[in-house]
C-alpha cells in the first residue's frame, strides 16, 4: 500500500490534511472517507477500513474536517453544511490532482454529509452509510445537557469522548436547515447502508428510514453485535470486505 499525505484547501479557506491510499498496483476505482462527529482520519476503523479496501484494490482519500486533526481552522465555527462543502472541495481536489472519487463513504454524521454531498460530486456513482442518522439533527443528543445554554448565550464547551469541544448556536441551527428526506429520495446512486441492531449511539431506525426513502439499487448490512465506533477490528474489517464486494457490481 502507497500512503501519500495531501494538503488542499477548504470550504472556509483553511488547509485540511488527508491521505490518500492506493494500492501497489494501479488504482481504477477510489473512495472518499467521511470521518464521524469529532472524530479524525486516524481513528483506527477508520484505517482499517481504509487498508482492506486497498487490498482489495480500492484507493481511500480520508481527511480531517476543518478543525479537526491535523486540518487547520476553528471547530467552532463549522457546522454540517460546512463538512458537506468540505468533502465536495476535497472530491474536486482529488478530481484535478488525480481522479475523482466513484464511492462516497461516511460514518455517523459523515454518513448523512456523503448523502447529502453525492450530488455535487456528478462523478460519483455509490454512496455507503456506516452508522448514519437519518437526519443530522440527531447529533443534538451528544450535547443535550447544553442545549439551553447554547440558546441562550449563544456557545457553550462541552465535552464529548473525553474532549472539550466549543459548540455555537449556529451549529444547532444550520442543522434544522438540511433536508435530508428529499436528499435521500432523490440521491440517484447505488446505496449501501451498514448498521448495527444495537447501536446505543444511532438507533437502527435511523437505517430503516434511509433504506425506506431510497430507491433501488439499495442494500442493507446488519453489523450484529457491533458498537457504533466498530472499534472491534473485525467490525470495520467486515465493512470493508462487504463494501468490496458490492462495489465490484458498479465498477
Same mark, same amino acid.
Given at each position: 500500500?502507497?500512503? @501519500?499525505?495531501?494538503?488542499?484547501?477548504?470550504?472556509?479557506?483553511?488547509?485540511?490534511? #488527508? %491521505?490518500?491510499?492506493?494500492?501497489?498496483?494501479?488504482? !481504477?476505482?477510489?473512495?472518499?472517507?467521511?470521518?464521524?462527529?469529532?472524530?479524525?482520519? $486516524?481513528?483506527?476503523?477508520?484505517?482499517?477500513?481504509? *487498508?482492506?479496501?486497498?487490498?482489495?484494490?480500492?484507493?481511500?482519500?480520508?481527511?480531517?474536517? @476543518?478543525?479537526? #486533526?491535523?486540518?487547520?481552522?476553528?471547530?467552532?465555527? @463549522?457546522?454540517?453544511?460546512? $463538512?458537506?462543502?468540505?468533502?465536495? =472541495?476535497?472530491?474536486?481536489?482529488?478530481?484535478?490532482? %488525480?481522479?475523482?472519487?466513484?464511492?462516497?463513504?461516511?460514518?455517523?454524521? #459523515?454518513?448523512?454529509?456523503?448523502? !447529502?454531498?453525492?450530488?455535487?460530486?456528478?462523478?460519483?456513482?455509490?454512496?455507503?452509510?456506516?452508522?448514519?442518522?437519518? $437526519?443530522?439533527?440527531?447529533?443534538?443528543?451528544?450535547?443535550?445537557?447544553?442545549?439551553?445554554?447554547? &440558546?441562550?448565550?449563544? &456557545?457553550?464547551?462541552?465535552?464529548?469522548?473525553?474532549?472539550?469541544?466549543?459548540?455555537?448556536?449556529?451549529?444547532?441551527?444550520?442543522?434544522?436547515?438540511? $433536508?435530508?428526506? *428529499?436528499?435521500?429520495?432523490?440521491?440517484?446512486?447505488?446505496?449501501?447502508?451498514?448498521?448495527?441492531?444495537?447501536?446505543? @449511539?444511532?438507533?437502527?431506525?435511523? =437505517?430503516?428510514?434511509? %433504506?425506506?426513502?431510497?430507491?433501488?439499487?439499495?442494500?442493507?448490512?446488519?453489523?450484529?453485535?457491533?458498537?457504533?465506533?466498530?472499534?472491534?477490528?473485525?467490525?470495520?474489517? %467486515?465493512?470493508?470486505?462487504?463494501?468490496?464486494?458490492?462495489?465490484?457490481?458498479?465498477?
Amino acid at each position: 500500500m502507497r500512503s @501519500t499525505k495531501i494538503t488542499f484547501e477548504g470550504a472556509q479557506g483553511d488547509n485540511l490534511v #488527508g %491521505y490518500l491510499d492506493l494500492p501497489d498496483d494501479k488504482t !481504477q476505482t477510489l473512495a472518499l472517507f467521511a470521518h464521524c462527529f469529532t472524530c479524525s482520519k $486516524n481513528l483506527k476503523p477508520v484505517k482499517n477500513i481504509s *487498508r482492506t479496501l486497498v487490498d482489495k484494490g480500492i484507493g481511500v482519500f480520508r481527511f480531517d474536517f @476543518t478543525g479537526l #486533526g491535523e486540518s487547520e481552522g476553528d471547530f467552532a465555527d @463549522t457546522n454540517f453544511s460546512s $463538512n458537506v462543502e468540505d468533502l465536495v =472541495a476535497a472530491a474536486a481536489h482529488l478530481g484535478k490532482e %488525480y481522479q475523482w472519487p466513484e464511492i462516497l463513504i461516511g460514518h455517523s454524521l #459523515g454518513g448523512a454529509a456523503v448523502l !447529502q454531498a453525492a450530488s455535487e460530486v456528478s462523478q460519483s456513482k455509490a454512496v455507503a452509510t456506516i452508522g448514519a442518522p437519518s $437526519n443530522p439533527v440527531h447529533v443534538k443528543k451528544n450535547f443535550s445537557a447544553n442545549l439551553e445554554e447554547i &440558546e441562550t448565550t449563544g &456557545e457553550a464547551t462541552v465535552t464529548l469522548a473525553g474532549r472539550d469541544f466549543k459548540i455555537k448556536k449556529q451549529f444547532l441551527d444550520d442543522l434544522e436547515t438540511a $433536508n435530508m428526506d *428529499r436528499t435521500i429520495s432523490n440521491l440517484d446512486r447505488a446505496l449501501m447502508i451498514f448498521h448495527s441492531p444495537v447501536d446505543q @449511539t444511532v438507533g437502527i431506525s435511523n =437505517a430503516s428510514h434511509i %433504506y425506506k426513502l431510497a430507491k433501488h439499487p439499495k442494500s442493507f448490512v446488519s453489523l450484529d453485535d457491533a458498537d457504533h465506533l466498530l472499534m472491534k477490528e473485525e467490525d470495520s474489517i %467486515y465493512v470493508a470486505e462487504v463494501l468490496a464486494s458490492w462495489a465490484r457490481r458498479y465498477f
